[in-house]
């Protein structure tokens, strides 16, 4: 298992590679960083807010953004399409009786149009190895007290999807509007790390 | 070609330990879970990893039991997996269990 590169022996051969590349002319200076840069613009978690809260008002929605959430997210003028390829996203809804959270045990894999850069803590060896094997004392730890009966579903983004998790509308919203609704949900509650 | 497995299939992972990258992570080998659905089709990761060019398989989701996996827990844990990572596992018999596979 993977953690922190910075040192690592990988580094100094992307630096290395990235160097040859642009000494021929195959890579214009800092148009990897100017890519990145590209990638990450207009990558928050204000984006999965604005999902989620459209997924508490409008029922209908909610079902055709489980059902296929790439093309759901277009209705909100968002996509996952940013990057080399369309990635595709699954979106999964907690309950009253389950709970999802969402982890990258090889790597850091993440719906970053959509959540904005990763927390630290997402790539760190000790979220990602433990919360596959004890998510009820992870979440614990972030301050989440589910009840004993709430069943837990951890959600390994192993392969080429990207995963975000709509949380449970708090009580005593009934009278908020959309955009309200929104500001209330965090990022973590978008990971399953948090309730809203 | 048509995907091997669909929904409520039950599967066996492998046990490959590859010497290079795979994305069949070390905790769910030789697992018997069972199919959510289909993620798609994408080129092997592990093919690409050593720079083959590799036709695109069936992904799924794959739901294991954490007692399955680690001999504990209570939850569940779902893992994106190539085709390839997969063999059929012997299902349970819908009339015996007198389960209608809710699914």
Same mark, same amino acid.
């Given at each position: 298992?993977?953690?922190?590169?910075?040192?690592?022996?990988?580094?100094?051969?992307?630096?290395?590679?990235?160097?040859?590349?642009?000494?021929?002319?195959? /890579?214009?200076? *800092?148009?990897?960083?100017?890519?990145?840069?590209?990638?990450?613009?207009? *990558?928050?978690?204000? !984006?999965?807010?604005?999902?989620?809260?459209?997924?508490?008002?409008?029922?209908?929605?909610?079902?055709?953004?489980?059902?296929?959430? !790439?093309?759901?997210?277009?209705?909100?003028?968002?996509?996952?399409?940013?990057?080399?390829?369309?990635?595709?996203?699954?979106?999964?809804? !907690?309950?009253?009786?389950?709970?999802?959270?969402?982890?990258?045990? /090889?790597?850091?894999?993440?719906?970053?149009?959509? /959540?904005?850069?990763?927390?630290?803590?997402?790539?760190?060896?000790?979220?990602?190895?433990?919360?596959?094997?004890?998510?009820?004392?992870?979440?614990?730890?972030? *301050?989440?007290? /589910?009840?004993?009966?709430?069943?837990?579903?951890?959600?390994?983004?192993?392969?080429?999807?990207?995963?975000?998790?709509?949380?449970?509308?708090?009580?005593?919203?009934? *009278?908020?509007?959309?955009?309200?609704?929104?500001?209330?949900?965090?990022? !973590?509650?978008?990971?399953?790390?948090?309730?809203? | 070609?048509?995907?091997? =497995?669909?929904?409520?299939?039950?599967?066996?992972?492998?046990?490959?330990?590859?010497?290079?990258?795979?994305?069949?992570?070390?905790?769910?080998?030789?697992?018997?879970?069972?199919?959510?659905?289909?993620?798609?089709?994408?080129?092997?990761?592990?093919?690409?990893?050593?720079?083959?060019?590799?036709?695109?398989?069936?992904?799924?989701?794959?739901?294991?039991?954490?007692?399955?996996? =680690?001999?504990?827990?209570?939850?569940?844990?779902?893992?994106?997996?190539?085709?390839?990572?997969?063999?059929?596992?012997?299902?349970?018999?819908?009339?015996?269990?007198?389960?209608?596979?809710?699914?």
């Amino acid at each position: 298992m993977s953690g922190d590169h910075a040192s690592a022996a990988i580094a100094g051969q992307v630096r290395h590679v990235e160097t040859l590349l642009e000494r021929r002319g195959l /890579l214009a200076d *800092g148009e990897i960083d100017r890519r990145i840069d590209e990638f990450l613009a207009g *990558g928050s978690p204000a !984006n999965g807010a604005r999902i989620a809260a459209r997924a508490w008002v409008d029922p209908a929605f909610r079902e055709r953004l489980l059902a296929d959430a !790439n093309g759901a997210i277009g209705e909100v003028g968002l996509s996952m399409s940013g990057g080399i390829q369309e990635q595709r996203l699954k979106v999964v809804a !907690n309950s009253d009786t389950e709970h999802h959270v969402v982890v990258c045990t /090889l790597c850091s894999c993440y719906p970053i149009a959509l /959540l904005g850069p990763s927390p630290t803590w997402y790539k760190s060896e000790a979220y990602r190895s433990r919360v596959v094997r004890d998510p009820r004392a992870v979440l614990a730890e972030f *301050g989440l007290q /589910l009840p004993p009966d709430t069943r837990i579903a951890v959600w390994d983004a192993s392969a080429e999807s990207r995963y975000m998790v709509i949380p449970r509308r708090p009580a005593g919203t009934a *009278g908020l509007s959309e955009v309200e609704l929104a500001g209330l949900v965090t990022r !973590n509650g978008l990971i399953g790390t948090a309730a809203v | 070609m048509a995907d091997r =497995f669909g929904p409520g299939d039950p599967v066996r992972t492998r046990t490959l330990d590859p010497a290079g990258h795979t994305r069949l992570p070390r905790y769910a080998r030789g697992a018997v879970g069972e199919v959510v659905e289909s993620a798609g089709r994408h080129p092997l990761a592990d093919d690409r990893a050593r720079g083959r060019s590799t036709p695109p398989q069936a992904v799924y989701h794959v739901r294991f039991a954490a007692a399955e996996l =680690f001999g504990t827990g209570d939850h569940s844990v779902t893992v994106e997996l190539w085709e390839d990572y997969l063999e059929a596992a012997a299902g349970r018999d819908p009339v015996q269990d007198g389960s209608d596979h809710e699914r």
